[in-house]
């Protein structure tokens, strides 16, 4: 089991249960959307933004982003983390079907899946030195953004790392930093080019 200090913000009770059997930390459910009402909640998140810092778990789904999207806008102070789950399409079993977008929410990711998640946000400490930043520049010369085939390398690149597709470039350059240097991620282009050719 996976100690943390910061207090880890999901969507509901079940990623909290989920949450419990793989991380000690404080664990605080959002009720989904009520988040956007809960002044009490609200208030506790930005205390512990503050104090001991938080980390934003939420489905990829657009709900999930959205949620994701509030909570980073009610804090004024602190540390926020955001960690994604992969897009992986199922659903769970206790649902009789799948949800909207057809996407598992957290308490459907593997355990395992969950802690790459962590570990790609630098939640879980990660040995390797980082060097050289990755950089929105370097997005921009190497196809991701801004350029006429940015939307499908962009696909391409969110998919090998097996993050969700409705990233903002923001997130995913934070997300490229915490879990590759500089040389990991010319070397992860390169294949990606290659595998484009092919």
Known sequence: MIHLEQAIIVEGKYDKIKLSSIV??????????????????????RMFARTKGIIILTDSDSAGFLI?????????????TN?????????????????AEGKLGVEGIPTQKLLDAFKKAGVIPNEKEK??????????????????NSTKMRALLLKELSLPSLMTTNSMLEIINSMMNYDEYRDLVCRLNAAKSD
């Open 24 to 45: 000690d930390a404080v664990i605080i459910p959002t009720n989904g959307y009520g988040i956007f009402k809960d002044r009490e909640k609200i208030e506790l998140i």
């Open 68 to 80: 994701r999207s509030h909570i980073k806008s009610i804090i004024t102070d602190g540390e926020i």
């Open 83 to 99: 960690v994604y789950i992969p897009d992986i399409f199922g659903k769970e079993r206790r649902k009789a079907h799948s949800s």
């Open 131 to 148: 060097g050289k930043k990755i950089t929105k520049l370097d997005l921009y010369n190497d196809g991701f953004t801004g350029r006429e």
